[in-house]
Nanobody, 123 residues
């Protein structure tokens, strides 16, 4: 069965850094684009970053561009999100997701999801 397991969330002061990791099993990793989404209280889930199957293409939501970096390790079947210069508005539950072949921006177009990890940024 497919499993995506996130780790690395926590509490951080504004300006600090966190690194999220997602371990993927039960699927052929190289066939799937990977992405990170987040959902703040009372808000809809939103796209944060995506990476292509071979890692050659990445895409970021505007507010995180230049601060967050998505990467993948095909040897370990993991995807990471390095988050720098964190802001209070980055506070949310962060989800790892997998999509067959190409990444998309809408959550309902993704095939598999992790359970989420909480990121809280204090001012």
């Amino acid at each position: 069965q497919v499993q995506l397991v996130e780790s690395g969330g926590g509490l951080m002061q504004a300006g600090g850094s966190l690194r999220l990791s997602c371990a993927v099993s039960g699927l052929t990793f190289s066939n799937y684009a990977m992405g990170w989404f987040r959902q703040a209280p009372g808000k809809e889930r939103e796209f944060v970053a995506g990476i292509s199957r071979d890692g050659g293409s990445t895409y970021y939501e505007g507010s995180v561009k230049g601060r967050f970096t998505i990467s993948r390790d095909s040897a370990k079947n993991t995807v990471a999100l390095q988050m720098n210069s964190l802001k209070p508005e980055d506070t949310a539950v962060y989800f790892c997701a997998a999509r067959w072949v190409y990444f998309k921006l809408l959550p309902n177009e993704w095939n598999y999801w992790g359970q989420g990890t909480q990121v809280t940024v204090s001012s």
